[in-house]
């Protein structure tokens, strides 16, 4: 039932990018490339700045720190707390929105002022992220450069795991989202990096929950893991990913007792841009060490 | 006491006179400054219809929604503040206290997270409306419950009745948490931001209707005057003094059930404004409740408005929430006045 009405969304949220982007294009065919663009996603960010009209962007949220010049532009702040003015006040011709930027009503309000508006489809595995990246490419008049894009991204996703599958170790990984109130948050499955641990060639040993939940002590203990992964920003938070492996319920795991702690930027790792099948590289070869050497990560 | 009384009847008119033209510029302010700078005439322009199109887009379908949502917030928590605190003689009531705001945060969480089961079956223009509907419902069904656990023979006990709403915020409390735990990362998010609060979260259809129930709920309030400061008696002394004390209870419980519950349904749990507003008021121009009503409900106006005007203008393009800056302007005005007020007045 949950899973089905996700699914009905993940549609609407799709037809939804897909007819806003029709519509856009349309009014752009006779005109140009937009000139003044405002990105509601880090992934998107990605595209774009990959895509080569960084220059055109002019705000940006808070996901959006790569590449470093991203984070130079005008913050418009949490990507589901938009404000309408706010974004108004920087004149854009367009705003591409994620999936999930909001509030509606200040979507409405920006089209209402005459801002065009593209929602990109929703990513729910590594493997839609050419479809993001095609949509970017025509909401910015820039489809053939996106092809090619989504071609490269392809052609290296598919080497990443053609190189992981010949890998034989599958080691127990746990992603801890972070730390509060004393229960680690804990990646399971449906989550971002319950996908990528898969791609990497791991095992998520956070599957026993859906979603990113607290998980308890015991839990994480008998989940034994042989890897805690980690966001770096969260490490940098808490200071260091020692504090995390010092944990009572992580020290007395594999992972703890074999220091095996690994952390990666947040976009790097989360965010389903084009950097994916890098990111899914890097984790291979921090999961596998020698392993993923011999298979030419 | 007297010659303060005396004194704040003498100064009543003009003060509220001068909060009253205080809460017309702030609202102007609200039309005329945002993120997007728009000079005066352009804006008066824009109401008047001649504007750009993005202009009046800007003054119609952003400004002029959150300057009246905020006048309806800050009048109807403020008004209700100063009218509980009165009723129940405890000069740390707020609509908070007796479960109003914990009612209307349980029902709109609930949708947030439960909604998607029942959103597919509503037609498509009624869904975004379930979430102000059941804020609103959950409001209504605590102050009911509240209300008829402190009822007994007839009378309805003060004391009770806070503790009931001490209750009934715990398991709200309690039942919020649990919604949290099974909510998903988009839903927590959504619903961490909604129990922070904001004015630009309402259309129009929103506004008009929260607008509408509290506009209902205020005179209802404002009548009151005479019974609240009869209260301060004591009970047995206001009904010794011929008033209706149950029937007084009852108006003034559901007239701010309704406020209260409307605004919170369009503009999230706003929190501080109904507690110090009408202290606000009350340090400045005395205790009696013809004039502390109105003056509340100025007051009220003036601190959301100021607060609404500091979020947009603070880090534009962002937003900050709208309850970091209430508490940032109200909480050291009312300590000054506090302090000011100190040599003066005992107790105020």
């Known amino acids: 039932m949950n899973r089905r009405s996700f699914n009905t969304l993940a549609a609407l949220a799709m037809a939804a990018g897909l007819v806003a982007a029709d519509g856009n294009t349309g009014a752009w065919a006779e005109d140009k490339a937009p000139g003044r663009i405002v990105v509601a996603g880090g992934d998107l960010t990605e595209i774009v700045f990959a895509l080569g009209a960084g220059d055109s962007v002019i705000g940006v949220d808070q996901t959006s720190n790569f590449p470093p010049e991203a984070a130079e532009r005008e913050q418009i702040g949490y990507v589901r707390r938009l404000s309408p003015e706010g974004v108004l006040s920087l004149t854009p011709d367009l705003v591409i929105a994620a999936h999930d930027a909001g509030p509606d009503i200040?979507?409405?309000?920006?089209?209402?002022?005459?801002?065009?508006?593209?929602?990109?489809?929703?990513?729910?595995?590594?493997?839609?992220?050419?479809?993001?990246?095609?949509?970017?490419?025509?909401?910015?008049?820039?489809?053939?450069?996106?092809?090619?894009?989504?071609?490269?991204?392809?052609?290296?996703?598919?080497?990443?795991?053609?190189?992981?599958?010949?890998?034989?170790?599958?080691?127990?990984?746990?992603?801890?989202?972070?730390?509060?109130?004393?229960?680690?948050?804990?990646?399971?499955?449906?989550?971002?990096?319950?996908?990528?641990?898969?791609?990497?060639?791991?095992?998520?040993?956070?599957?026993?929950?859906?979603?990113?939940?607290?998980?308890?002590?015991?839990?994480?203990?008998?989940?034994?893991?042989?890897?805690?992964?980690?966001?770096?920003?969260?490490?940098?938070?808490?200071?260091?990913?020692?504090?995390?492996?010092?944990?009572?319920?992580?020290?007395?795991?594999?992972?703890?007792?074999?220091?095996?702690?690994?952390?990666?930027?947040?976009?790097?790792?989360l965010g389903f841009g084009p950097r994916t099948p890098d990111a899914i590289a890097e984790l291979a070869r921090a999961l596998h060490a020698e392993n993923a050497v011999a298979a030419g990560l | 006491m007297e010659a303060t009384l005396r004194l704040g009847r003498r100064l009543a008119s003009p003060a509220l006179l001068l909060l009253g033209l205080l809460v017309a510029a702030l609202a102007l302010a609200g039309l005329a400054l945002g993120p997007v700078e728009i000079p005066p005439p352009r804006v008066i322009a824009a109401l008047f219809g001649g504007g750009t199109p993005a202009e009046s887009a800007i003054v119609w379908q952003i400004r002029l929604p959150r300057v009246l949502l905020g006048l309806a917030t800050g009048a109807a928590l403020a008004l209700a503040g100063a009218a509980l605190q009165g009723v129940l003689r405890n000069p740390l009531a707020d609509p908070g206290l007796i479960g109003v705001t914990g009612g209307a945060s349980l029902g709109a969480v609930a949708t947030i997270v439960l909604g998607g089961f029942v959103a597919g079956a509503l037609p498509a223009g009624l869904r975004p409306f379930l979430l102000p509907v059941a804020a609103f419902f959950g409001a209504a069904l605590v102050i009911s419950f509240v209300f008829a656990l402190a009822r007994r023979g007839g009378e309805t006990s003060v004391a009770t009745l806070i503790l009931a709403g001490v209750a009934v915020n715990a398991i709200a409390g309690a039942a919020i948490g649990a919604m949290v735990y099974v909510s998903d990362d988009t839903q927590l998010r959504d619903l961490t931001f909604w129990t922070m609060g904001a004015l630009g979260g309402a259309g129009w259809t929103l506004v008009f209707a929260a607008g509408a129930l509290a506009v209902a709920a205020l005179p209802v309030l404002l009548a009151r005057a005479r019974d609240l400061d009869l209260f301060q008696l004591g009970e047995r002394a206001a009904f010794h003094a011929g008033l209706d004390v149950e029937r007084s209870k009852l108006a003034i419980g559901l007239a701010t059930a309704v406020a209260v519950g409307a605004v919170t349904a369009a503009a999230g749990p706003i929190g501080f404004i109904g507690l110090v507003a009408p202290h606000l008021a009350r340090l400045a121009l005395g205790p009696r409740h013809a004039i502390l009503l109105p003056a509340s409900a100025l007051m009220g106006m003036a601190l959301i408005l100021a607060a609404d005007l500091c979020v947009r203008l603070a880090v534009p393009p962002a937003e900050p929430p709208i309850g970091l800056a209430t508490s940032l302007i109200g909480g050291p005005f009312f300590l000054w006045l506090l302090l000011r007020g100190r040599g003066g007045r005992g107790h105020a």
């Not at chain 1, 972070?178 to 229960?183: D, P, S, V």
């Not at chain 1, 599957?207 to 770096?232: F, N």
């Open chain 1, 106 to 269: 200040a979507l409405e309000q920006l089209e209402a002022a005459g801002v065009a508006i593209a929602r990109a489809p929703e990513t729910d595995a590594a493997a839609a992220i050419p479809e993001k990246i095609r949509f970017v490419g025509q909401a910015i008049d820039r489809a053939d450069a996106a092809e090619a894009l989504a071609a490269r991204f392809e052609a290296d996703f598919a080497s990443v795991k053609d190189k992981v599958a010949t890998i034989g170790s599958s080691p127990r990984v746990l992603f801890i989202l972070g730390i509060r109130n004393g229960a680690p948050m804990i990646g399971g499955t449906g989550t971002t990096a319950d996908n990528m641990i898969t791609l990497a060639g791991g095992v998520n040993a956070g599957a026993g929950v859906e979603g990113y939940k607290p998980m308890s002590r015991e839990a994480i203990i008998a989940a034994a893991p042989d890897a805690i992964l980690v966001m770096s920003q969260h490490a940098d938070r808490i200071g260091g990913l020692d504090v995390i492996l010092d944990l009572p319920e992580v020290a007395l795991t594999p992972a703890g007792q074999a220091r095996r702690g690994i952390a990666m930027e947040g976009m790097l790792l």
